[in-house]
Nanobody
Framework: VQLQAFGGGLVQAGGFLRLSCAAS????????MNWYRQAPGKQRELVAS???????NYADSVKGRFTISRDDAKSTLYLQMNSLTPKDTAVYYC???????????????WGQGTQVTVSS
């Protein structure tokens, strides 16, 4: 199983970006999916989560600005980021709890990260 994140880039403050994270491989089902971010010199933090049932959770710092969603038919996770500020500058990582087809066991997989830079 592989997760590939893309959609990052350079944007001005107040702008928006949409991140995507596509899962591929021997997938039976995907349970929870999450977006994390890590700013320079800081620990990785959870930004948003979505369950297989569509329940969502957000860090206080992004509530009202970011929206997490998923398309299970495409095995893809999204993060719509609006009203971006320089504080949102970080490498954004996705992960997913995947039940693999061969063993029906669950494993957590991470994407490679995509850089988001917000200029003031």
């Amino acid at each position: 199983v592989q997760l590939q994140a893309f959609g990052g880039g350079l944007v001005q403050a107040g702008g928006f970006l949409r991140l995507s994270c596509a899962a591929s491989g021997s997938i039976f089902r995907i349970n929870n999916m999450n977006w994390y971010r890590q700013a320079p010199g800081k620990q990785r933090e959870l930004v948003a989560s979505i369950t297989s049932g569509g329940n969502t959770n957000y860090a206080d710092s992004v509530k009202g600005r970011f929206t997490i969603s998923r398309d299970d038919a495409k095995s893809t996770l999204y993060l719509q980021m609006n009203s971006l500020t320089p504080k949102d500058t970080a490498v954004y990582y996705c992960n997913a709890d995947v039940i693999v087809r061969d063993s029906l066991r669950q494993f957590r997989y991470w994407g490679q990260g995509t850089q988001v830079t917000v200029s003031s």
